[in-house]
Nanobody, 123 residues
Framework: VQLQASGGGLVQAGGSLRLSCAAS?????????MGWFRQAPGKGRDFIAA????????YYADSVKGRCTISRDDAKNTVYLQMNSLTPQDTATYYC????????????????WGQGTQVTVSS
């Protein structure tokens, strides 16, 4: 499975961004779950949200509930992360991830990682 993330950029505090991640590969199927992590400079990778491809159930980190929405487009094999009310603390590299199986929130549970897309929030 290959993951191609896009949509990062520079945004002012209070603004919004929508990240996209397209999945490809012969093995990608409804048995997968996809999600997003982020890594701020000098810190570890933090879970943000995940979505199960079959059924669309979702799971969010407490830190982003109410500000972020994960969704998917079946036809495009693409997952989105809508982020609102951004603050400078949201500045990080955002990684799209995928795993064969259900929802998860640990780094080691995801087998596939995209290349990362940078989000910078200015104050």
């Amino acid at each position: 499975v290959q993951l191609q993330a896009s949509g990062g950029g520079l945004v002012q505090a209070g603004g919004s961004l929508r990240l996209s991640c397209a999945a490809s590969g012969p093995t990608f199927s409804n048995d997968y779950a996809m999600g997003w992590f982020r890594q701020a400079p000098g810190k570890g990778r933090d879970f943000i949200a995940a979505i199960r491809w079959s059924g669309g159930s979702t799971y969010y980190a407490d830190s982003v509930k109410g500000r972020c929405t994960i969704s998917r487009d079946d036809a495009k094999n693409t997952v989105y992360l809508q982020m609102n009310s951004l603050t400078p603390q949201d500045t990080a590299t955002y990684y799209c991830v995928a795993r064969l199986g259900g929802l998860a929130d640990e780094v080691e549970e995801f087998d596939y990682w995209g290349q990362g897309t940078q989000v910078t929030v200015s104050s």
